[in-house]
């Protein structure tokens, strides 16, 4: 996790400025902060830039590096925060990933002579380099060096005091150049300087590049230069905030209506011929396996879901387990799904996946992202940037792309039929969520259940009950509570249960929790079962929209009369890129 963003210009600019694109990284991590200049000075906090930006004063330099962290080895401490300095003070750096022989490097570099104020894996790297250095290696030659004995993952920006250049090197995790009227920023993903500049350089694994004001030159990991083509990247505008809303969760979750119609439209005209390239990769196919983490691996469960419907063989793994869970092989189609494109569970089992023969498609809500970058076909879900940490509006778009792919394949559905069933589920169920979640704050488990097509969705909301409202939820089959989990239902208990259509054996479900005093919250789109939310009838494939977003506001209007930090909740990131 961690966002990087590093600015070299020939005019000074403010250190605030630089801030101010560090702040659009914050979705990969927002314990701590930190900047440092080629004058030498170094400011860090902890908590959230807007709050403590004010502490840093303002500063005019030509080159500086800033960092925005998610912790992972290390507490949540000033001294953790990035940058690292070295021991000399001359060096610094800022890094994304984890330095895996860490713990042997340091212990190197200790016996040689150098203390290290952090307890983070990062900091080996700064000693490293200025150990090379002192020794009479070039910093070049150092950082050739540091690639070919680091294990792990890394995307970090060096600079040395008083030294016009800011250097660059990456393994796994991202890094992009962007070319600047006056110079060159360097950062974890475009969103940090899309609002300056639509021109990009994306870095490869093992690569490393020298910046100045003037120009760059990208090398290999054995020194030799490479020729890098510059992309024109579409205008990725940052999501701003809307005064009428209180956070960007629920405006996200009214944006769903507009960016369903959006990437509807888009699937029909601009981008149907990569999807019908991807139907066709999956009809010449043995078997479509899809791989995904979190919110994307319950979307991805409703692509199994839908295809298996149609008689397509298809699967689904969390990606993390899925090299040792899944075979994938040359009749393989392997589909990632990913909103950042960055997930690195997600990277790992594409490339796996890659190295076996495999075709992958994926579907990916940010441009020009690795996932994107590593797939043969790739569909974008068009969601727009997505600030708030939990997945709303990306959810619906993904599983839209896989009722599009299942329709395309032989389902019969109306898509154009859906983005007006989320207006009316949002439109009727916000009010009455308002009301009930005043009498939820309290309560400590739900136990959300469904079958079918409710399996997953159920996940879903059980993951937006825990990660924003901090309820415990399990998500679970309908038919499984009986073979253990009824044992913790007793009166009070919450049960959210999702039924869709002549669902007659999650009544049943219903009936047995309600038996031992559970109090049972229905969503349905059949009004025979009376539910207390009666949804729009649905055509296949949309109540896993419609009623997850009625557990997205379940999750959103709890946690807002708990006072949580709904848009940043504690110990998570958007963008998950560690192992
Ligand atoms: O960017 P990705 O879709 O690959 O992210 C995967 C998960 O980290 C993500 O879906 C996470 O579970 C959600 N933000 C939860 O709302």
Not at 19 to 40: P, Q
Request: aromatic content about 8%.
């Amino acid at each position: 996790m961690c966002g990087i963003v590093g600015r070299i210009t020939h005019v000074p600019f403010d250190i605030h400025d630089i801030l101010e694109s560090l702040k659009r990284l914050e979705y990969r991590g927002y314990d701590s902060f930190g900047i440092a200049t080629a004058e030498g000075d170094v400011f860090k906090a902890t908590g959230y830039i807007d709050v403590h930006a004010n502490e840093i004063p303002s500063r005019l330099t030509s080159v500086a590096i800033s960092h925005t962290r998610w912790a992972t080895h290390g507490k949540v401490t000033r001294e953790n925060a990035h940058p690292h300095v070295s021991q000399d003070g001359t060096f610094f750096i800022v890094h994304n990933g984890i330095i895996e022989n860490h713990a042997p490097l340091r212990k190197a570099l200790q016996a040689a002579g150098h203390t290290f104020l952090s307890q983070t894996d990062s900091e080996v790297i700064v000693h490293y380099i200025e150990g090379r250095v002192s020794d009479g290696a070039s910093i070049d030659e150092a950082i050739r060096a540091f690639m070919n004995e680091a294990r792990g993952t890394f995307a970090a920006l060096l600079i040395r005091r008083d030294d016009p250049h800011i250097y660059a090197f990456k393994r796994d995790s991202p890094l992009v150049l962007g070319i600047l009227d006056d110079g060159y920023a360097v950062a974890s993903d475009i969103y940090a300087f899309s609002d300056t500049t639509t021109k990009a350089v994306f870095f490869e694994d093992d690569e490393y590049a020298v910046i100045s004001a003037d120009s760059y030159a990208f090398f290999d990991a054995r020194g030799a230069p490479i020729g890098k083509e510059i992309a024109t990247v579409r205008w990725t505008e940052a999501a701003t905030r809307d005064e009428a809303y209180d956070h960007f969760m629920i405006k996200e979750i009214h944006e769903q209506p507009a960016a369903a119609r959006r990437l509807i439209l888009s699937l029909e005209n601009e981008q149907a011929p990569f999807m019908d390239q991807l139907v066709t990769l999956a009809r010449t196919a043995n078997r479509v396996l899809f791989v995904a983490a979190g919110t994307s691996y319950h979307a991805s469960l409703i692509g199994v879901y839908l295809l298996n419907s149609i008689g397509v063989e298809a699967h689904t793994l969390i990606a993390s387990e899925f090299h040792n869970y899944m075979l994938a092989d040359e009749g393989t189609l392997v589909v990632a799904i990913s909103q950042s494109g960055e997930t690195m569970d997600v990277v790992k089992a594409v490339k796996h996946a890659r190295s076996r023969g495999s075709k992958v498609a994926s579907i990916v809500n940010v441009p020009y992202s690795t996932i994107q970058r590593l797939s043969d076909i790739s569909i974008e879900i068009l969601a727009g940037q997505e600030i708030c940490v939990a997945s709303t509006k990306t959810y619906t778009n993904q599983i839209l792309v896989l009722a599009r792919m299942a329709q395309l394949m032989g389902l019969e559905t109306d898509l154009d039929a859906i983005p007006d069933q989320i207006e009316q589920t949002l439109s009727y169920a916000e009010p009455a969520v308002i009301a009930m979640a005043p009498e939820l704050r309290d309560v400590r488990d739900i136990y959300v259940i469904g079958r079918g097509i409710a399996y997953p969705l159920s996940r879903e909301v059980a993951l937006k009950l825990k990660e924003i409202s901090y309820i415990h939820a399990e998500g679970m089959m309908g038919g499984e509570l009986k073979h253990g989990t009824i044992a913790l239902i007793e009166d009070g208990t919450i049960v959210m249960s999702f039924i869709q259509n002549a669902d007659h054996d999650t009544m049943s479900n219903i009936e047995e929790v309600e038996a031992r005093g559970a109090r049972v919250i229905s969503i349905s789109d059949n009004s025979e079962f009376s539910p207390d939310f009666l949804l729009p009838a649905s055509v296949p494939g949309s109540f896993a929209i419609t009623a997850t977003i009625v557990g997205q506001l379940f999750s959103y209007y709890i946690a807002r009369e708990k006072g949580l930090p709904i848009d940043k909740p504690r110990n998570l990131a958007k963008s998950v890129t560690v192992k």
